[in-house]
């Protein structure tokens, strides 16, 4: 009996797994993401190696079905190009911004097309838990591993909330590899700025 209730007090103590977890339904974040492209017969040639950076500001509103794409493109010489994406899920359309130029474009996409998802996979692997920071200060976070159609991903949230961090892009298109990483910071629970969806005032023919 005793051995059974010493049992009883530390099973309960026992964290359980972390299981897959979901961001809000609303939500918007900042992030910076490098890329790098090679060709896949060339993947040990540094010179045939592109880098490519950016930094965007990236709203997703599930409730509304719509999301937007606030970003700046790094340019090889040293300039950047400014450009806002929006997709209308429920209308099937995309509006691509030049906010250098002023110029819109509408493309339709088939309605039905599935927004982007808000959810670690259920059939992701946890790779790993880890601390960020020091102690008592520290954030723990989660790594988590799965397949997308042709991506393999891997991205990190907080245990706590599930607040991205970071994520890893990887992939073969046409022979080429390219590896991209995006780092997440300010991540808000909502939309604060509901504007970011409009195109008012912008002439947009359809492609």
Same mark, same amino acid.
């Given at each position: 009996?005793?051995?059974?209730? &010493?049992? %009883?007090?530390?099973?309960?103590?026992? #964290?359980?797994?972390?299981?897959?977890?979901? &961001?809000?339904?609303?939500?918007?974040?900042?992030?910076?993401?490098?890329?790098?492209?090679?060709?896949?017969?060339?993947?040990?040639?540094?010179? #045939?190696?592109?880098?490519?950076?950016?930094?965007?500001?990236?709203?997703?509103?599930? &409730?509304?079905?719509?999301?937007? $794409?606030?970003?700046?493109?790094?340019?090889?010489?040293?300039?950047?190009?400014?450009?806002?994406?929006?997709?209308?899920?429920?209308?099937?359309?995309? !509006?691509? $911004?030049?906010?250098?130029?002023? %110029?819109?474009?509408?493309?339709?996409?088939?309605?039905?097309? #599935?927004?982007?998802?808000?959810?670690?996979?259920?059939?992701?692997?946890?790779?790993?838990?880890?601390?960020?920071?020091?102690?008592?200060? !520290?954030?723990?976070?989660?790594?988590?591993?799965?397949?997308?159609? %042709?991506?393999?991903?891997?991205?990190? !949230?907080?245990?706590?909330?599930?607040?991205? &961090?970071?994520?890893?892009?990887?992939?073969?298109?046409?022979?080429? %590899?390219?590896?991209?990483?995006?780092?997440?910071?300010?991540?808000?629970?909502? $939309?604060?700025?509901?504007?970011?969806?409009?195109? #008012?005032?912008y002439n947009c023919p359809t492609s």
């Amino acid at each position: 009996m005793f051995f059974l209730a &010493l049992f %009883s007090v530390f099973g309960s103590t026992l #964290a359980l797994p972390p299981s897959p977890c979901c &961001l809000s339904p609303q939500h918007e974040y900042f992030g910076k993401t490098v890329g790098s492209y090679v060709n896949a017969s060339q993947f040990n040639n540094p010179d #045939a190696r592109t880098l490519q950076g950016a930094s965007y500001h990236y709203y997703y509103d599930g &409730l509304n079905m719509k999301q937007a $794409i606030v970003s700046r493109l790094w340019k090889p010489d040293g300039t950047f190009k400014r450009s806002r994406s929006i997709d209308l899920y429920n209308e099937g359309v995309n !509006y691509s $911004i030049d906010q250098d130029t002023g %110029s819109c474009i509408r493309t339709e996409f088939p309605i039905g097309t #599935a927004m982007a998802p808000r959810c670690v996979a259920d059939n992701a692997t946890l790779v790993a838990s880890t601390e960020f920071g020091a102690p008592p200060n !520290y954030i723990s976070a989660n790594t988590w591993a799965w397949q997308q159609d %042709s991506l393999n991903i891997r991205s990190i !949230y907080t245990d706590d909330d599930c607040t991205p &961090l970071m994520t890893g892009w990887y992939y073969t298109i046409d022979g080429t %590899s390219a590896a991209v990483t995006t780092l997440m910071t300010n991540y808000h629970a909502g $939309i604060r700025d509901q504007s970011v969806f409009s195109v #008012a005032g912008y002439n947009c023919p359809t492609s």
